[in-house]
């Protein structure tokens, strides 16, 4: 099976009603963690009378679920965790049963209260005898489900396994996986690689001491989340942090400034746009000690040297002909506008986003408020969560990319 761009990394709840196409949901989920998707199986009660749970656990590498109190989930329920989990629901083969009872609304088993309960987007693959598929009622359903934004993918025409010939077969799975790769391919930055550091680095004065700052990395690890919700091939280079990686998105981790420059040097050759949003250390010692030191002295003092500034590498390295598209971040304590353009000039930069810190904003926040610098411009972008923040700012450096790649 070829590539599929779009579905790698991505987490994916495939869900198997009852009926004969239960056994393409094999090979639909061997499809999909073969092009790197995380893959979970909820199967209702008829469709474990076609195909074992043991199967869909081997193929998934993950348990399968099938009740919709889950002693062993979160609080014991299941639908909830995996609601919040998913960036897609997938439920192949959707019987006709099924569809008329999601139409509904109903939440008495596992895989309908999922379905109301997540904000993922969902797609059936309807699956069912020819007169069904026709029937009034059924298509009546999926009208109103197409309505409430859920996606009917097929069904397709041809023999069925009751004899009989004509609409109603299951997609196959490289024609579902493919439609899923597409979902992800429709923002204002698909077919664009985004390259973006996050977090914080730490340079070591010995084995148990080190310079570092008060970042998280939450905004960086937004960014990098919305860029992949915007369609980008992302590569997420973080410092240190406690954060989980998005969704989507390939990290590479590392400690300290000049495995950060490394990293990116080594990623940024097919890169089209480069977001600095670590707080990267401005100095290290010159001499780290191999032993720890002993807090005898009354004083105590350190040779400090000047860090890689990776910005600036990426934005000052590139030719003319392929200039990476390049977008700083400003954490500043006052005069932020002047500084941030300060900076934004001296580094030859594309964009900046500026903020200041304190306040409830910045440095381990939830919130962030961002102001906005290109040569000839500005917006400001008003304080709200990070994740929001994230949004509206990758939806700026999409408009701003794509105005200069067609100037």
């Known amino acids: 099976m070829a590539a599929i761009a779009g579905v790698s990394r991505r987490r994916i709840v495939v869900a198997v009603t009852g009926g004969i196409a239960a056994y393409k949901s094999a090979e639909l989920v061997r499809c999909l963690r073969k092009q790197g998707a995380e893959v979970r199986v909820v199967m209702t009660a008829s469709a474990c009378e076609f195909i074992t749970p043991l199967t869909m656990q081997a ?17 014991a329920m299941g639908h909830i965790e995996l609601a919040r989990w998913a960036d897609a629901v997938l439920v192949a083969p959707a019987s006709a049963n099924f569809l008329a009872r999601m139409t509904h609304g109903l939440a008495d088993d596992l895989l309908t209260t999922l379905c109301l309960a997540t904000e993922a987007a969902v797609f059936v693959a309807p699956a ?27 069904p397709a025409e041809g023999e069925q396994a009751c004899g009989e010939s004509g609409a109603g077969r299951m997609l196959e799975a490289e024609e579902l996986v493919g439609v899923l790769g597409k979902h992800w391919q429709q923002g204002p930055l698909a077919g664009c690689r985004v390259l973006l550091t996050a977090g914080p680095t730490r340079e070591a004065i010995d084995p148990v001491r080190y310079i570092s700052n008060h970042s998280s ?52 050759g ?24 002993k807090k005898d002295a009354a004083e105590l003092s350190l040779r400090l040297e000047r860090t890689e500034d990776i910005l600036a590498q990426v934005a000052m390295s590139t030719a003319s002909s392929d200039k990476v598209f390049c977008v700083g971040f400003a954490a500043e304590t006052h005069d932020l506008e002047k500084y941030a353009r300060d900076k934004l000039q001296c580094k030859g930069l594309d964009m900046i986003a500026a903020n200041l810190v304190g306040d409830g904003l910045g440095f381990n926040a939830d919130d962030n408020a961002l102001t906005v610098l290109w040569q000839d411009g500005k917006q400001e972008i008003t304080r709200a969560d990070k994740s929001i923040v994230a949004r509206e700012l990758i939806t700026l450096i999409a408009e701003r990319f794509h105005a200069q790649s067609t100037s």
């Open 270 to 293: 097919p890169s089209q746009i480069f977001i600095a949003a670590a707080a990267v250390a401005d100095y290290r010692p010159v001499e780290v000690q191999g032993k720890k030191m």
């Open 59 to 75: 193929l998934s590498g993950k348990p399968v679920h099938t009740t919709l109190l889950d002693t062993s989930a979160e609080a």
């Open 217 to 268: 990395g939450k905004m960086g690890y937004a960014v990098a989340e919305a860029a992949a919700a915007a369609g980008a091939e992302v590569v997420l280079i973080s410092g240190p942090t406690a954060l989980t990686c998005p969704s989507g998105v390939e990290r590479v981790e590392v400690e300290t400034a000049a495995e950060m420059s490394d990293a990116v040097q080594t990623n940024i």
């Open 128 to 154: 069912m005898n020819r007169v069904m598929w026709a029937h009034p009622a059924t298509q009546q359903n999926c009208q109103l489900l197409q309505q409430r934004g859920v996606t009917i993918l097929g």
